[in-house]
């Protein structure tokens, strides 16, 4: 599934979601770079094991408010955010070059253009 992060009226950036548990489980690693986030949905914790790239991470609450954001490099295990639901994987600095930090807001928008309603 595909989408949008946006913050306040302004996309800052497509998305990939990963909802099901097996694209949870493959995660960022069935991608080339992060160039494009993904959004991993119910999730408080990641790792980057297999990973050939860093990502910073975002962890979000259930009203999708940064709870925090965290740089990892490769074959890492992070620590969970307890007050996480979700987390938002992209290349490192993207975050701060969309002018987000935590406690901002962000919305994101699902596509449905596979057919869904």
Known sequence: ???WIVHDTR???SVNVASSRQAKRV???A??????PLVI????????????????????DTENRIVDIRTMQPNRLGFPVFRATHVVEAEPGAFRHWGLAPGDVI????SHLDGAP
């Open 31 to 36: 991608y080339p770079n992060a160039a494009t």
């Open 41 to 60: 949905e119910s999730c408080r914790w990641v790792h980057t094991f297999g990973m050939r790239f860093p990502v910073d991470v975002a962890f979000l």
């Open 107 to 110: 919305d994101i928008h699902l």
């Open 11 to 13: 996309v800052v950036s």
């Open 1 to 3: 599934m595909n989408g």
């Open 27 to 29: 995660g960022m690693k």
